[in-house]
């Protein structure tokens, strides 16, 4: 689904451990690390494109993640204008995704990238919090910054309690 501006609907993966590192992977044959994502088709909902992204890309069912929490509004970047397809129609200028924060319940075992015939991942590995921001590749840095932000308070415990 692109829009009227040219940005392809999408969902961001945010796969948190217990010890609230996140999962890191890497494109297959290349030395480019990100998160998962993936589009969100017609008649889908974020939702529903974010289980169905989980289980092509990683491997992993509903029942191994829980949701935190996501983005309320679409984050957007830009594709760089050496990557657009200008032969495609409509063309796709870049991303708007909502993203989502999960925290793993079961082994990181179940990780797996053979779920298709061409799987988008080939390692992974598990990070401290803001090392996404740094290490992506530079045209979506901001966005990770911003989704990471914004997602960030939803693993902090709370802080206080009202004992009155």
Same mark, same amino acid.
Request: glycine share 6%; charged share 25%; net charge negative.
């Given at each position: 689904?692109?829009?009227?501006?040219?940005?392809?609907?999408?969902? %961001?993966?945010?796969?948190?451990?217990?010890?609230?590192q996140?999962?890191?992977?890497?494109?297959?044959?290349?030395?480019?690390?990100?998160?998962?994502?993936?589009?969100?088709?017609?008649?889908?909902?974020?939702?529903?494109?974010?289980?169905r992204?989980?289980?092509?890309?990683v491997?992993?069912?509903? %029942?191994?993640?829980?949701?935190? %929490?996501?983005?309320k509004?679409?984050?957007?970047?830009?594709?760089?204008?050496?990557?657009?397809?200008?032969?495609?129609?409509?063309?796709?200028?870049?991303?708007?995704?909502v993203?989502?924060?999960?925290?793993?319940?079961?082994?990181?075992?179940?990780?797996?990238f053979?779920?298709?015939e061409?799987?988008?991942?080939?390692?992974?590995?598990?990070?401290?919090?803001?090392?996404?921001?740094?290490?992506?590749?530079?045209?979506?840095?901001?966005?990770?910054?911003?989704?990471?932000?914004?997602?960030?308070?939803?693993?902090?415990?709370?802080?206080?309690?009202?004992?009155a």
């Open positions: 689904m692109i829009d009227s501006e040219g940005y392809r609907a999408n969902v %961001g993966i945010i796969l948190t451990n217990e010890a609230g996140l999962f890191w992977a890497r494109r297959i044959g290349e030395n480019a690390w990100q998160f998962p994502q993936g589009g969100i088709r017609d008649n889908e909902s974020p939702e529903q494109a974010l289980y992204e989980l289980h092509e890309e491997g992993l069912q509903p %029942g191994d993640v829980q949701i935190i %929490g996501s983005t509004d679409w984050l957007r970047y830009q594709i760089p204008k050496r990557y657009v397809r200008r032969h495609s129609k409509p063309v796709c200028i870049g991303q708007k995704q993203w989502f924060l999960l925290r793993l319940l079961t082994s990181d075992q179940q990780v797996h053979n779920n298709t061409r799987p988008e991942f080939d390692e992974w590995r598990w990070v401290e919090y803001w090392l996404p921001a740094d290490e992506v590749i530079p045209f979506k840095r901001r966005v990770y910054r911003q989704a990471l932000e914004e997602l960030e308070p939803l693993l902090q415990p709370a802080l206080s309690c009202d004992y």
